[in-house]
């Protein structure tokens, strides 16, 4: 494969100048608005309501399985999430990475845990 030649010029450098500041300018209001509120919205983590608000997926009617109880979900492309509102709110969790809603490290264990262990254990018994 051969990538065509990209003619540099004043103007095309002018041009990566202004994309590059653009996306600074983008990030640090993507921070701003994380550090504003880092709990995030709508059972989504601060990371993923703030920093990748903007998931690209393909345009297809996409279902899923949720990771914890195996509901189906139906979401109009294929960004899905991995958790249903229902379970995600239920352990803390954010809908679309599962991770922990507050990004924080939890010393006690999540609901989740809790039932699959007294699951194990009446198996055991």
């Not at 010393?107 to 809790?114: A, C, E, G, L, T």
């Amino acid at each position: 494969m051969h990538s065509r030649k990209r003619v540099v010029t004043r103007s095309t450098v002018a041009l990566a100048n202004a994309r590059a500041k653009g996306h600074i300018d983008t990030l640090r209001a993507k921070l701003l608005a994380f550090e504003a509120n880092p709990a995030g919205d709508n059972g989504y983590c601060g990371y993923c309501t703030h920093i990748t608000p903007d998931r690209i997926g393909g345009a297809a009617i996409t279902s899923a399985e949720c990771g914890l109880c195996d509901a189906t979900m139906t979401f109009g492309s294929t960004s899905v999430d991995t958790t249903c509102p229902g379970c995600a709110r239920d352990n803390g969790l954010c809908r679309h990475c599962a991770a922990d809603i507050e990004l924080k490290e939890r010393r006690n264990p999540y609901p989740f845990q809790s039932a699959s262990k007294s699951t194990t254990n009446e198996g055991r018994e």
